[in-house]
């Protein structure tokens, strides 16, 4: 199980306009995140078979990012924020660099 702490900032460029008032993280940002951590192991992101976003992570929030790996390349995701439990889950497909 590869396991990362995620945090996206206020002040990240993405977060204008997501959504004025009520800033949300853009599920691109956690999926990014999630391809960044692949690419620390070696690996490349090759597709995103599923995705469920669960509820929205407000920026500034603390959360983790879990990869537990499968077979053929498969790794299953969550993303957990400190208080408010699974913000996202999913299944990707990664290749190596």
């Keep these: ?37 692949l690419q620390r192991e070696g690996l490349v992101l090759a597709v995103v078979e599923s995705a469920k976003f669960l509820q929205p992570l407000p920026p500034g929030r603390d959360a983790w990012l ?9 790794w299953t995701f969550r993303i957990h924020a400190a208080d408010a439990g699974t913000v996202a889950c999913g299944r990707v497909r990664a290749r190596p660099q």
């Design 1 to 37: 199980m590869l396991r990362a702490p995620l945090r996206i900032e206020p002040g990240h460029p993405a977060l204008a306009g997501h959504f004025p008032g009520r800033p949300l993280v853009p599920a691109v940002l956690l999926l990014d995140a999630l391809a960044a951590l």
């Design 66 to 74: 879990e990869l537990t790996a499968g077979q053929d390349g498969r």
